[in-house]
Nanobody
Framework: QVQLVESGGGLVQPGGSLRLSCAAS????????MSWYRQAPGKARELVCA????????NAVDSMKGRFTISRDNVKNMSYLEMSSLRPEDTAVYYC?????????????WGQGTQVTVSS
């Protein structure tokens, strides 16, 4: 059974930091690209950043560069999103995504999401 379970969300003050974690199971994690998406109220889900199975990182939005860092641990089957200098506009539900890409085309999995609220 495929599972992606996010954790680490919560309430943080502007300028603060959070580390989100995504625990993966039930699929060949190291062969999958891992991504983090977010969805703010009333807005479409957007890509935050991604890391390929080979470890190549893509930052989708310039405003997140230098503030958000994605990483993965292929031994623990974990993906992480380190967020710093958080702003109120970063408030959203953050989702973990796994994409089989070249190795398993069409296999795309989502976690249930974790809420991040940036507010004083």
């Amino acid at each position: 059974q495929v599972q992606l379970v996010e954790s680490g969300g919560g309430l943080v003050q502007p300028g603060g930091s959070l580390r989100l974690s995504c625990a993966a199971s039930g699929f060949a994690f190291r062969r999958y690209a891992m991504s983090w998406y977010r969805q703010a109220p009333g807005k479409a889900r957007e890509l935050v950043c991604a890391i390929s199975s080979a470890g190549v990182i893509t930052n989708a939005v310039d405003s997140m560069k230098g503030r958000f860092t994605i990483s993965r641990d292929n031994v623990k089957n974990m993906s992480y999103l380190e967020m710093s200098s958080l702003r109120p506009e970063d408030t959203a539900v953050y989702y973990c995504n796994a994409d089989g890409g070249y190795y398993y085309p069409g296999n795309v999995y989502w976690g249930q999401g974790t809420q991040v609220t940036v507010s004083s």
